[in-house]
């Protein structure tokens, strides 16, 4: 079966540093792959989806970027981060039926 | 027009009750289309794809009505373990590859 891995869990990072969150698939080949960010009592706001190595689509403009070196891993990335940045990350792979999965997310806390 | 809307709530309804939520689209193309659960803090998780003649599951009831573009959930003899926060999520298909999420209903359910 499949399953997804997304690490750290938490996360506090003070303003200005660097960011780097990892998510792995397993079970699957050349899965979709996504980024969401939900800001606290809000909805999720997809923020990059790849639909193979090297490809990456963005959906806002912002301080993050994406990187997708192999089929099964999705790598979030920030040079400086910002107070806006703050947030639930999420890390989803589609299925065959367009349904998405989730990892269990990271909670980022930038100070 | 968001692409996807629903009412936040919250909706409080008490043990046993039935409750419904609908979520409206606005994109008459779109083909997929589900409901999630996310409890707090944590990830979201499937509930249930919607299809066409409707579909059911235990206690829940989830409906498409492609006239008026929208999706229904209905709970019936709501359960303390169902608070939590649907999210319905609508896909275009036919090659699209962003999921959409609506911002989520917020169900508690009280004693």
């Known amino acids: 079966s499949q399953t997804i891995h997304q690490w750290p869990a938490t996360l506090v990072q003070p303003v200005g540093s660097p960011l780097s969150l990892e998510c792995t698939v397993e079970g699957t080949s050349n899965p979709n792959l996504y980024w969401y960010r939900q800001a606290a009592g809000r909805g999720l706001q997809l923020l990059f989806y790849s639909v193979g190595i090297g490809q990456i689509s963005s959906e806002v403009p912002q301080n993050l970027s994406a990187s997708r070196p192999q089929d099964r891993q999705f790598i979030l990335s920030s040079k400086k981060l910002l107070l806006s940045d703050s947030g639930f990350y999420l890390c989803a792979w589609r299925g065959t039926g367009a349904e998405a999965f989730f990892g269990q997310g990271t909670r980022l806390t930038v100070v | 027009r968001k692409e996807v809307e629903q009412d936040p709530g919250p909706f409080n309804v008490p043990e046993g009750a039935t409750v419904a939520f609908n979520c409206t689209y606005s994109?008459?193309?779109?083909?997929?289309f589900f409901w999630y659960r996310q409890d707090c803090r944590k990830e979201p998780k499937l509930l249930m794809s919607v299809y066409s003649s409707g579909n059911e599951d235990g206690r829940f009831t989830a409906q498409l009505n492609r006239a008026s573009q929208y999706i229904s959930l209905l709970i019936r003899d709501s359960k303390l373990s169902d608070s939590a926060t649907y999210l319905c999520?609508?896909?275009?298909?036919?090659?699209?590859?962003?999921?959409?999420f609506g911002i989520g209903t917020k169900l508690q359910v009280i004693p």
């Open positions: 994109n008459s193309a779109s083909q997929s």
């Open positions: 999520v609508v896909n275009r298909g036919g090659g699209y590859q962003k999921v959409t």
